[in-house]
């Protein structure tokens, strides 16, 4: 019996180990829950940014190496990422007061049905009727501004101060993990490479480098789109005389970094035009921003995707939809990633079932 004990006693200490460590863990995830949206972000960007950073950290002196340059280049990122967004947010509520303005001055007069909507075929007298039956009268606006706060969840949405708090939190959370990860970066990225290696062999390393290239695809195809759509559409607002043009297509541009976000900002310029009578140059920028916006979407930022991350266009598109819907605005980085892992995985089992078969061996 002692014998027996003595024997099975490692293999069941082992197990038991194995279950603590395990309920250590999943404890750890509990209790920092509300830390890993801002973990990921950051390992999101400095994953990204880390062969810019390399280059930087290899051309800069050694005294400022290991603690400036990682909080510089922590900065950096932080001011080229959350820099636009805020500027793009106040110009949208800079704007925003104007038009609760002009909506004022319109519920004390009225909102007539315009014209063309009257003399458009089919269906325009009836929506002409309907517009004026709702809108046509005095204080119209207003009521129908009511109706509609009444019948939806607005009044149960977190109040403004509660979102700037929380996303103040993710910031800052994300700026001190930027900055350890750059500084530790390399070992932690070495350390767990070798761990990969170790368990799953060098294809387990391969998976790695895949998932990190497609990674710096997303963000890269982020920015060109941006770039694309923001100075496509400046130039459309310049020549159609919309006011301040270059702070728009700034607007267009952040916003059109994510999928189907840039067509809010087409269409609030639709409907600042619609507002001042310019029917024309509205339809125009609705027609050309929507299409602009629904080919980079579709086509241009999975073709980027693609020729990095060796996806094609089905796996690019699904990899940004799917992430996208899944895991909200951080699926957007992680959706493509899993794809091209799982592809990688796939044609390497296919390469080893062909290998293996008995026809290949015969040949």
């Known amino acids: 019996m002692v014998q027996r004990l003595v024997t099975g006693w490692p293999r069941n200490w082992l197990v038991s180990r194995r279950i603590a460590v395990a309920i250590i863990l999943a404890v750890t995830i509990w209790l920092i829950r509300s830390f890993l949206v801002p973990l990921i972000w950051a390992v999101v960007f400095a994953t990204a940014n880390w062969p810019l950073y390399r280059r930087c950290a290899q051309h800069a002196p050694k005294s400022i190496r290991a603690q400036v340059l990682p909080l510089a280049f922590s900065m950096l990122v932080t001011l080229l990422v959350l820099g636009p967004v805020v500027l793009a947010f106040g110009i949208l509520a800079k704007q925003s007061l104007v038009w609760l303005t002009e909506l004022s001055v319109m519920d004390k007069n009225g909102l007539p049905a315009p014209p063309w909507l009257n003399g458009t075929p089919l269906f325009g007298a009836r929506l002409a009727r309907s517009w004026n039956d709702a809108l046509g ?44 990860l750059f500084r530790q970066g390399g070992r932690l990225a070495d350390s767990l490479g070798h761990r990969i290696e170790q368990h799953f062999g060098h294809s387990g390393r391969r998976l790695l480098d895949v998932a990190a290239a497609a990674l710096r695809a ?21 020549a159609l005389h919309i006011p301040s043009p270059v702070a728009w297509g700034a607007v267009t541009g952040v916003l059109a970094m994510l999928p189907f976000i840039g067509y809010f900002a087409v269409g609030a310029v639709c409907l600042s035009q619609l507002a001042h009578g310019a029917t024309a140059s509205a339809l125009l920028i609705g027609v050309v921003g929507f299409a602009m916006l629904f080919l980079s979407d579709k086509f241009v930022r999975p073709m980027l995707m693609a020729k990095e991350t060796q996806l094609d266009f089905l796996g690019a598109l699904m990899g940004s939809v799917g992430g996208l819907q899944t895991f909200g605005l951080l699926g957007i980085f992680i959706g493509p990633m899993i794809i091209a892992v799982a592809k990688r995985i796939v044609e390497d089992w296919l390469t080893c079932v062909r290998s293996d078969s008995p026809e290949s061996t015969v040949r």
Do not use: K, N
């Not at 509609?148 to 403004?160: A, F, K, R, V, Y």
């Not at 963000?219 to 559409?233: A, F, P």
């Open 218 to 238: 997303t963000v890269q195809s982020m920015v060109l789109v941006g770039l694309i759509d923001g100075t496509t559409m400046g130039i459309l607002y310049a």
């Open 137 to 180: 009268a005095p204080g119209g606006l207003s009521a129908l501004l009511r109706r509609i706060e009444d019948g939806s969840p607005l009044h149960s949405l977190q109040s403004i101060g509660h979102l700037i708090a929380y996303h103040a939190f993710v910031a800052t959370i994300t700026i001190v993990t930027l900055v350890f």
